[in-house]
């Protein structure tokens, strides 16, 4: 059976070329990057090449680069930091009902402290309103953090206008941007952040790495306590093939960004109009035309989600039901109910993902089975049945 795998929102293959850099620092090169003898020379001039690397892909100084164990390390350590480097009396966030678990949760645990944080609703189009962001303001409001793609739906969040609600009050501004960074052209000077969160295993390098740009000058606390690493900004030995693998994964990525941008568009095209056109009772969820090019999310009334994945698993095709992290549990999304869908919608929806590895041949694949899937749970759905019946 050929195999297609359009989950890449929830984890990409690593690239070979990743895999080779990565394979001597695990075999030869194993020192420790604190070392002052040759072996931590190499290991350290390796650390530094990657945090060159990484700075290139998102237009930023090295020194600005903190090298974290992944995504939501990075998001912890944004929120977390700031809030507890900050002094002042009442501290409030603002962020969105929309964000990933690793800014939500560290929110709420925030809030559990006494930190008041409020989460700016999105509509229909799964886009935060920067508005709405400016509305929920307050003088002692200590940090935005917003999401730059969000990785259920793939709606792109209008970053650049936040950025300049925050830097007009001397605000701090994260974005989780672990969807996006070595997938659109990132640049934080253009979005106006002062942090950013990503993770190796999105962009085609290895899991358990990822990294937070902090801003020249932002005052951070740090999550863990331990030894000077990464300037005192987080502690613990460095991940030393973790972080080459990463670095090798953003200079790739960063190659290969119009190119691979332009075909995986294409191909996400061809795999939702194939859909839309074959398969009726069928609807794209959030905004169409602002959104990443990896990404679509689709309802399939009368379809549970869950049975849909397993399906099409059987026949091949890897696919999610909102984000991995709650699958295996029947709460629908928050994602998908932040947007207003009925829990029912919710559960009948479905995320493809691509990435740079995807082709036409897996398109085809998807396009073949997809709809003869959904006919087969049609077919066997009670509510499906008294719907058709009753439209007659
Ligand atoms: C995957 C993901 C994370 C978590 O990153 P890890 O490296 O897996 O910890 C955080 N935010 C978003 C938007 C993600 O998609």
């Known amino acids: 059976m050929r195999r297609v795998y359009l989950d890449n929102n929830a984890t990409t293959a690593l690239a070979p070329e990743v895999f080779e850099a990565m394979k001597p620092f695990w075999l030869e090169d194993y020192g420790n990057a604190s070392s002052i003898h040759w072996y931590g020379q190499r290991a350290k001039a390796a650390v530094e090449t990657a945090r060159e690397q990484v700075a290139k892909l998102i237009q930023a100084r090295p020194s600005e680069i903190v090298f974290t164990s992944g995504g939501t390390e990075a998001d912890n350590a944004a929120l977390v930091g700031i809030l507890e480097a900050a002094h002042a009396e009442n501290k409030h966030i603002v962020t969105t009902a929309i964000e990933h678990h690793a800014v939500l949760h560290t929110a709420q645990a925030l809030e559990k402290k006494g930190v008041a944080v409020t989460y700016v609703r999105v509509g229909a189009s799964g886009i935060v309103d920067p508005a709405d962001v400016e509305r929920a303001l307050r003088p002692e409001t200590l940090l935005i953090s917003v999401m730059h793609a969000n990785n259920e ?116 095209d061809r795999l939702e109009e194939g859909i ?39 026949r091949g095709v890897a696919c999610a039901t909102g984000a991995a992290c709650s699958s295996g549990s029947l709460e629908p999304s928050h994602v998908l109910s932040a947007i207003g869908l009925r829990p029912e919608q919710a559960r009948s929806s479905i995320r493809f993902s691509l990435g740079r590895f995807n082709t036409d041949e897996d398109i085809d694949v998807a396009l073949e089975i997809l709809p003869k899937v959904v006919e087969r749970l049609r077919a066997v759905s009670p509510h499906y049945k008294t719907a058709v019946t009753s439209e007659k």
């Open 153 to 268: 739906l793939g709606t792109l969040q209008p970053l650049e206008e936040i950025g300049r609600l925050a830097r007009e009050r001397d605000i701090y501004f994260h974005t989780d941007a672990v969807q996006t960074v070595g997938k659109i052209p990132v640049n934080v000077e253009k979005l106006g952040v002062d942090l950013l969160s990503l993770s190796a295993h999105k962009l085609h390098g290895p899991k358990g790495v990822g990294a937070l740009y902090v801003r020249k000058g932002t005052i951070l606390r740090s999550l863990l306590h331990g030894g000077h690493h990464e300037r005192d900004r987080r502690a613990g030995t460095e991940n030393v093939p973790g972080i080459v693998g990463l670095g090798r994964a953003a200079e790739l990525a960063g190659a290969h960004l119009e190119e691979a941008g332009r075909r995986i568009l294409a191909l996400r």
């Open 276 to 314: 839309l056109r074959a398969v009726p009772l069928c609807a794209v969820n959030g905004d169409r035309a602002r959104r990443l090019p990896t990404t679509t999310n689709l309802r399939f009334d009368y379809i549970e989600g869950e049975g849909f994945v397993i399906a099409m698993d059987l």
